[in-house]
């Protein structure tokens, strides 16, 4: 069930009928959890069952971790049961296709059967929230959660369910402990939020998409320009997308009383990349920095130590992204950009001398690079687009400059660029401007038009689903 | 001096928009009022449609309902006869001049009789078209074409799910279509045929309740070739799309060399063994007395046209079951003191498929209409 379908307005029309009243009783946390288990079961109901078990088993190394004198046992028993779902699920097809290819190279005559396992929906996403529990009370952060019904309907909560933001315990828990108090500015806060998620996904990711797809699925016809063009699109595709989805689920939540952590922060207005993965998808970047590259050592020991752990949690994240060659080289490309900028990111020079506008850009535009990586459907299919466009190819569609952007869509450029201009903005001491009255309403009002309009009976998925 | 402790809300976004309780309540009354009902009121009172020469809509507006609304509000102006019905009244093989309604213009030697037949039109889309979007014809004289072929199955009468089992149908993509979808009842179960997602039907009631959606869709079918907005933006990278809107609508059908000549015979159609359903069973005919009784209530004067059908089409089987649903067609008629026409069988040659003359046929029917009350001169 996706948020911008009339399937869910009506769900979440009569989840809110009978949880405002349930909110004052000790109910609320069973209705919570029915309503979540409808959601994600809705996809397939044979979800569940895995969803469940996550649950089960997390809680009940929970319970173990406060009594039992093998907590690392336990822990460790935890982790590699959550592993191995996440890898049975999501990686079974990958290492196979792999292993076969190998076994091709090595003139091995073995056929391995294709698994053929359906990847469940936000997977990745549950797997970690719920591992996080348990790592987090072994570390004595977070109390242990002896009511199942509670722990479940944090497992499973469903704004945030299957595409983020990956809750911690300490932040979700505490809130589930306690009979949610809605004011009314909740509501229209949810409202804002919800209306400006609707917007990035329906106006502009979906929009942009199309010229994504056209420009992608055959790079072979493109010349350099539009592929730059459709790489910049997809990088404002995908941050809408997942955003957007992000500002619907907070917006959700905050109309229900709970409070959902920011999940991206205006990622394309980052002056270094560090500032990036402070800025994008934060649940995520702070769960690798917490469970990842801080017990890997973190900032600690020698430098060679460091840039390894820096390394190896890129990478990681890449692959937690997508059971494919192109999201290790995401990741590849992300650490190995991170480390080649880090001493430039402190220098005086890059601080100081340089224009914000131009580390912006710079920033911008190694992002997109990768974006290329993760966009493409195979590591071949990326370095062509890349060579394509870092040898300045033609093609017979576009044969001028000038026909090139007139190939590209006004109206994509100017949606795009009213965007960039109101993040700059917003992180701008001009600030202020976009919080009169005036602008808030204008702004509501014509992206509530710019909705109606792109709206269609058609509704798309949100990217990060696959993960 | 004390300072006043500014009162703090949680951190909200990563944007700026985030209104207060009073301005989200007069935003979503401005949004309701202006933007969803008073702007497409606006926007229909200052459209202009072109219905200069021959009175019928153009086939590329066969779907635009919010069109059909203006169309019905001009025939009423300047027509005392509405004449309602799908494909065979509006003239499928003939050009504008041999239509059943301009043939009955050209014998009286006036505008009489408007053209407010769409192509595919059967009698549960009628219904939906007369509660929706034809209120103006309240009071007005109106015959309207009753086709029996819509009962000449379960499939056609939407009662049941075509299931395909030609290979090459399936590989064709050939799935039997329902015509004017939009037109139907969204949620019943009786209509088995129509069996779209939840956010379909739900598209279908917005742009049936909210004006907003019904000019949005009108925009798409009139100036963007019934293109998604998006694709037609990505397709056409050059244009603006703002200026392809235009506040003036040609709507009438120009295309006059569309006459056709070849009888079903010629074009190779065999005989037909269809089952015909009994009345009581049949959708169609339930809806057909629905609009009876609707337009009844609206103070029309009715005249129905019963047929034609293509007799020589049918195995003989098929024919006496015909035969005695027509006699049920009749008779529940003449039991509600309505007036109509049962169309004559006419030469083999005159018939252009299972129920579609071709000009000469068209003759035929017109003969018979022209003896009807309905018709004739007030005294």
Request: glycine residues 4%; contains cysteine.
């Amino acid at each position: 069930m996706l948020f911008h379908t009339y399937e869910f307005i009506v769900f979440f029309a009569i989840v809110m009928a009978v949880y405002l009243p349930l909110r004052r009783t000790n109910w609320w946390q069973l209705w919570l959890l029915i309503a979540s288990y409808f959601f994600y079961g809705w996809w397939n109901p044979l979800f569940l069952i895995l969803i469940f078990y996550s649950t089960a088993l997390n809680y009940f190394v929970g319970l173990k971790l406060g009594t039992s004198r093998f907590r690392k046992s336990w822990l460790t028993f935890c982790l590699i049961n959550n592993l191995f779902l996440l890898g049975f699920f999501k990686y079974a097809g990958f290492f196979t296709d792999n292993v076969r290819a190998l076994f091709q190279i090595l003139n091995i005559p073995l056929d391995i059967p294709d698994p053929n396992i359906l990847l469940p929906v936000g997977i990745s996403f549950f797997t970690f929230q719920a591992m996080s529990y348990s790592i987090d009370v072994f570390r004595g952060e977070v109390k242990i959660e002896k009511n199942f019904v509670r722990f479940a309907a944090f497992v499973a909560l469903f704004p945030q369910l299957v595409a983020g933001p990956i809750e911690r315990a300490k932040a979700l828990l505490p809130q589930m402990r306690h009979k949610p108090l809605i004011r009314w500015h909740d509501l229209s806060d949810g409202i804002s939020l919800f209306m400006i998620g609707l917007f990035k996904k329906i106006v502009m990711a979906d929009f942009l998409a199309i010229y994504v797809e056209k420009i992608y699925n055959s790079p072979e016809n493109f010349g350099a320009l539009p592929l730059v063009f459709a790489t910049y699109a997809f990088a404002w595709q995908i941050y809408c997308d997942f955003s957007g989805y992000t500002d619907m689920a907070r917006g959700i939540a905050k109309i229900m009383g709970i409070r959902l952590m920011l999940n991206f922060n205006n990622p394309y207005t980052a002056v270094d990349l560090g500032d990036f993965w402070r800025r994008w998808h934060i649940s995520l970047s702070s769960w690798f920095k917490d469970y990842v590259y801080i017990p890997l050592g973190g900032n600690r020991g020698f430098k060679y130590s460091v840039y390894r752990n820096i390394f190896l949690t890129m990478l990681i994240s890449g692959f937690w992204h997508g059971a494919a060659w192109t999201f290790v080289v995401w990741g590849a490309l992300n650490g190995i950009g991170r480390l080649a900028t880090m001493k430039i990111d402190r220098s005086d020079f890059y601080r100081n001398k340089i224009p914000k506008i131009l580390k912006q850009l710079l920033v911008f535009n190694f992002i997109c690079v990768t974006w290329v990586f993760f966009r493409a459907e195979t590591v071949t299919k990326s370095l062509l687009i890349l060579k394509r466009i870092f040898t300045g190819a033609t093609s017979s569609i576009e044969t001028t400059f000038l026909s090139t952007f007139q190939n590209v869509p006004a109206v994509m450029f100017l949606l795009i660029l009213a965007m960039w201009v109101y993040q700059l903005v917003f992180n701008s001491k001009s600030k202020g401007l976009l919080e009169t009255r005036f602008m808030r309403i204008a702004s509501i009002v014509t992206t509530t038009i710019l909705i109606l309009i792109f709206a269609t009976s058609a509704n798309k998925q949100f990217i990060y689903f696959q993960f | 001096m004390h300072k006043r402790k500014k009162k703090k809300r949680d951190p909200f976004s990563s944007n700026a928009v985030r209104l207060s309780n009073k301005e989200l309540v007069v935003t979503a009354i401005f949004i309701i009022i202006v933007v969803l009902f008073l702007a497409p009121y606006i926007w229909f009172k200052m459209e202009k449609i072109d219905t200069s020469g021959q009175f019928r809509l153009a086939s590329k507006h066969r779907a635009n309902y919010w069109l059909y609304r203006h169309w019905v509000a001009d025939a009423t102006k300047n027509h005392p006869v509405i004449f309602l019905g799908d494909s065979v009244v509006w003239g499928m093989y003939v050009n504008n001049d041999n239509t059943i309604p301009a043939k009955i213009n050209q014998a009286l030697g006036k505008k009489t009789v408007a053209n407010l037949a769409i192509d595919g039109l059967h009698s549960i889309a009628t219904k939906g078209l007369l509660e929706n979007y034809a209120s103006a014809i309240r009071d007005k004289k109106v015959i309207v074409h009753y086709n029996p072929l819509w009962m000449q199955s379960k499939i056609t009468d939407l009662s049941h799910i075509a299931v395909i089992n030609d290979e090459e149908d399936r590989d064709m993509d050939r799935a039997p279509q329902i015509n004017h979808p939009r037109l139907i009842p969204q949620f019943s179960q009786e209509i088995t045929a129509y069996n779209e997602g939840f956010s379909e039907k739900a598209g279908v009631l917005r742009e049936r309740y909210i004006p907003f959606f019904a000019l949005l869709n009108h925009i798409r079918l009139s100036f963007f070739n019934n293109d998604d907005f998006k694709q037609w933006i990505i397709d056409h990278p050059n244009e603006n799309p703002l200026t392809k809107i235009a506040l003036t609508i040609d709507a009438c059908e120009r295309d006059k060399n569309k006459n056709y000549d070849r009888d079903w015979e010629t074009s190779g159609m065999t005989k037909q063994n269809w089952p015909w359903l009994e009345p009581e069973e049949s959708l169609q005919w339930k809806a057909f007395q629905q609009i009876v009784q609707l337009l009844k209530k609206r103070n029309n004067e009715i005249c129905i046209m019963i047929g034609p059908i293509n007799p020589y089409m049918l195995t003989a089987e098929s024919l006496k079951r015909y035969r005695a649903l027509q006699q049920e067609i009749c008779a529940w008629l003449k039991s509600q003191n309505v007036e109509y026409v049962l169309v004559k069988d006419m030469p083999p040659k005159m018939y252009a498929d299972a129920s579609h003359p071709l000009a000469d046929g068209y003759d035929l029917i017109v003969k018979q209409l022209l003896k009807t009350k309905i018709l004739l001169p007030k005294e």
